[in-house]
C-alpha cells in the first residue's frame, strides 16, 4: 500500500460547489502540507500543519480551508469552488529534518 | 525575484551526454536543498539532497552546491529517455523549515 493517499484522485465540479479533497498517510509524519501545481507556476504551498492542533496558511490560502482530523488525516476543502481553482493537488508528508514525500495527487477541474 | 529560479527548458540532450541541471536561491540563509524528479502527471520524487558546499554523487547523478554563489546543480551522467521528466529544485529555510519550489526544468533525453 502507499504511504500517502490521497481521494478522490480526479474529480470534475461545478463553480459554487463545495468539495474537499482527502489525504491520509501510514508513515508516521507529524507534518503534511498541502499544494497546488499550475502549468508555469510550480508547487504552491497553501496550508500546513505540524500536528493535530497546529494549522497554518501557506502562500495561497484564500478560498481554501483544511482540517487535520488526526496524525495521519489531513483535508482540504474548497468552500465555494471557481475555475481558477483547475489544478493538480498534492499532499505531503514529512517527519522533522527529513525530506517531503508527496501522495499521487488529485487532478480538479471546476467548470 | 523569485525565490527558487530555474530555467523552464526543455533541454534536450542525446542519450549518453550529461544533462545539466540549474538552480538559483535568493534566501541566504537556506540551509538544505532538494532536486525532485516529476513525471507528466505523476507526484514529485526525491532524487537527491545535499546540504553542504561541494558535490554529492549518487549513482549517475550529482548535486553541486555552492551558498557563496546561491546556486545549486544537478548532473545527470549517461542520460536515459527514461530520464525524460521535469526537475524540480527546492530549497528548505527560515525558523519553520519552509520548502520553496522552482518550477522547474523540463528535460528531453533523445535517443
Known amino acids: 500500500d502507499a504511504d500517502v493517499t490521497q481521494t478522490p484522485r480526479n474529480r470534475i465540479t461545478k463553480t459554487g460547489k463545495r468539495i474537499m479533497l482527502e489525504c491520509s498517510q501510514t508513515?508516521?509524519?507529524?507534518?503534511m502540507y498541502w499544494y497546488r501545481q499550475d502549468p508555469g507556476l510550480g508547487l504552491r504551498l497553501i496550508y500546513y500543519?505540524?500536528?493535530?492542533?497546529?494549522?497554518n496558511k501557506g502562500e495561497i490560502s484564500d478560498g481554501y480551508s483544511v482540517s487535520r482530523q488526526a496524525q495521519a488525516k489531513f483535508s482540504l476543502s474548497l468552500e465555494s469552488a471557481i475555475p481558477n481553482q483547475t489544478a493538480l493537488y498534492f499532499c505531503?508528508?514529512?517527519?522533522?529534518?527529513?525530506?517531503?514525500?508527496f501522495g499521487p495527487g488529485t487532478r480538479l477541474l471546476v467548470l | 525575484q523569485k525565490e527558487v529560479e530555474q530555467n523552464s527548458g526543455p533541454l534536450s540532450v542525446p542519450e549518453g551526454a550529461i544533462a545539466s541541471l540549474n538552480c538559483t536561491y535568493s534566501d541566504r540563509v537556506s540551509q538544505s536543498f532538494f532536486w525532485y524528479r516529476q513525471y507528466s502527471g505523476k507526484s514529485p520524487e526525491l532524487i537527491m539532497s545535499?546540504?553542504?558546499?561541494g558535490d554529492k554523487e549518487d549513482g549517475r547523478f550529482t548535486a553541486q552546491l555552492n551558498k557563496a554563489s546561491q546556486y545549486v546543480s544537478l548532473l545527470i551522467r549517461d542520460s536515459q529517455p527514461s530520464d525524460s521528466a521535469t526537475y524540480l529544485c527546492a530549497v528548505r529555510s527560515g525558523g519553520y523549515q519552509k520548502v520553496t519550489f522552482g518550477t522547474g526544468t523540463k528535460l528531453q533525453v533523445i535517443p
Open positions: 545535499i546540504y553542504s558546499n
Open positions: 508513515k508516521g509524519h507529524d507534518r
Open positions: 500543519s505540524f500536528d493535530v492542533k497546529d494549522i
Open positions: 505531503a508528508t514529512r517527519q522533522g529534518d527529513e525530506t517531503q514525500y
